[in-house]
């Protein structure tokens, strides 16, 4: 059984910053991440941050992404990828590492989830930064080769290298929608539409306008009914969408796409939370179901924090901010604050605050506000 | 396809290759890349097929949450391909249902 100060899972955004906060303070700290590069989304975000200069306006989410581990790396954190936690009790952390780590996996090509190594972690506090998960749209065909979550066909382009297909029908113009679909030109794919149930598109104008300049057609008040193909996509009909959300009838339209991404947002990934008996609260501005936290970050669950999309969809700045916050309260926790601690959290509470603020966001400072009232009055005091 | 160029990322850096065998077909992945990425790249779209319909299956989420594009690799059924890198003389099997590896 290793022993640890802090243990952080997830290894994204909020969970690299919970980590750096933690080790800046002297905690022991291990950040554990399933996927063979840690980094979480930034490593597939190749567009430049919006905002402000403290939250990496004019930079690459994959620039983000390497100053966050280099930081780590100065900071001592341990940072374990093919680690998946499978469950939390007491204050044990089971994990199976499937790959990387130090030895060589136990058979060449034994990266399986039979010959997986079993860890065992004890931490004196957890934050869990388990991210966000795409939601996913169901119709006749769903299920077909080539259906993808928007996600995916990026992480496919974007981190790996390879085009997850070559005419794309996106579905939702979100700015997950609109974002990965200009990726996805700029890797070589063509993309035949995106579609929007909605009557508006519902995110940024300036991505948007990026695609309508590449000639993209965006078509709101449109939905997908049907992928059809004999063993992967090789049609796809959208329909118009009336103002009470109905399909109009006559207005299918056949579409010859081999991929079809569907971006309709995500929800918090929290099985993790759920398994560790964290309390949750709906919340449908911040994705649904959603582990009830204080101002501190801290759970219901004595010792176990949370930050990033995990305690609500938003956006990575967000994420690095909750994290930092989650971090730094964890290792007050323990004993290891800084000097100035109390400055440091008002200052990221007030950051968080503009990044909540502008009229795409009131909802979501809403949406949290009640979040952590509820967990003032739920969560233990320490 | 590889994404051999691209305006932001520049050009594929070259990577060792190494060797794996999907349904006994040699194909030459890169090193430190998924399976899932190293069978796309073939054009390989079928991961596996379900136990009661035998519809075929792909990836889907491409980040190990949602088990589609699970394989049979190295005999042992079920590995998510998209979140396991690729090894050297690895051998791959589409899945049919729950598979038929050693356990």
């Known amino acids: 059984m290793r022993e640890v100060d802090l243990s952080i899972v997830g290894a994204g955004p909020a969970g690299l910053a919970a980590a750096i906060e933690g080790a800046k303070r002297g905690c022991s700290t291990v950040a554990l991440d399933m996927n063979p590069r ?22 690459r ?123 996805l030109l700029q890797a070589g794919a ?8 909605a009557p508006r598109i519902g995110g940024y104008g300036v991505h948007a306008a990026k695609i309508r300049r590449a000639g993209v057609p965006i078509l709101t008040s449109h939905t997908v009914v049907r992928a059809s193909g004999e063993s992967r996509v090789e049609q796809a009909v959208i329909v118009k969408v009336d103002a009470s959300w109905g399909t109009v009838p006559g207005s299918e339209e056949e579409l010859d796409v081999d991929t079809i ?36 970050m801290h759970t219901t669950v004595p010792g176990i924090y949370l930050a990033g999309d995990l305690s609500g969809i938003e956006e990575a700045s967000t994420a690095l901010e909750e994290g930092r916050l989650a971090g730094i309260c964890a ?30 966001c009131q909802r979501l400072q809403d949406a949290k506000q009640k979040l952590i ?5 739920q969560c233990p005091k320490e | 396809m590889r994404v051999v160029n691209h305006p932001i990322l520049g050009d594929l850096s070259p990577a060792r290759e190494v060797k794996i065998y999907v349904d006994g077909k040699e194909i030459y992945a890169r090193e430190g890349e998924p399976i899932a990425a190293a069978i796309a790249a073939t054009g390989i779209r079928i991961y596996r097929y379900t136990a009661k319909q035998e519809e075929p299956r792909g990836v889907f989420c491409g980040i190990g949450q ?17 979140i396991t890198p690729v090894a050297e003389g690895m051998t791959v099997e589409t899945q049919h249902g729950a598979g038929r590896g050693e356990r």
Request: one cysteine or more; charged letters at 15%.
């Open chain 1, 38 to 59: 840690p980094g979480g989304q930034l490593i597939k975000q190749i567009h430049k941050f919006f905002g402000s200069r403290e939250h990496h306006a004019g930079t």
């Open chain 1, 61 to 183: 989410g994959i620039e983000i992404a390497d100053t966050l581990l280099h930081e780590a790396e100065s900071a001592g954190v341990e940072v374990l990828i093919g680690a998946e936690v499978y469950a939390i009790h007491d204050s044990i952390l089971e994990v199976a590492q499937t790959f990387g780590g130090d030895s060589p996996p136990p058979l060449s090509g034994g990266a399986t989830t039979s010959q997986s190594r079993p860890l065992s972690i004890e931490a004196r506090q957890i934050v869990l930064a388990t991210g966000g998960a795409e939601n996913a749209l169901n119709f006749p065909g769903w299920t077909l080769p080539g259906v993808m979550g928007a996600g995916a066909a990026q992480t496919m382009s974007n981190v790996w290298r390879v085009l997850p297909g070559e005419r794309v029908l996106m579905v939702g113009a979100g700015n997950v929608g609109l974002i990965v679909s200009y990726q």
């Open chain 1, 190 to 197: 063509e993309i035949v539409a995106v579609i929007e149930a």
């Open chain 1, 261 to 296: 991404c569907i971006a309709v947002g995500l929800r918090p990934n929290a099985r993790l939370a759920s398994l560790a008996g964290c309390k949750f609260d709906y919340s449908p501005s911040l994705g649904g179901w959603v582990p009830i936290h204080n101002t501190r």
């Open chain 1, 331 to 360: 290792a007050s926790s323990l004993s290891k604050g800084h000097v100035g601690d109390s400055e440091e959290i008002e200052a990221i509470e007030e950051r968080l605050l503009s990044l909540r603020s502008g009229p795409f």
């Open chain 1, 373 to 377: 009232e509820i967990g003032e009055a």
């Open chain 2, 66 to 82: 949602c088990t589609d594009c699970v394989m049979v690799v190295n005999g042992v059924p079920n590995v998510r391909t998209c």
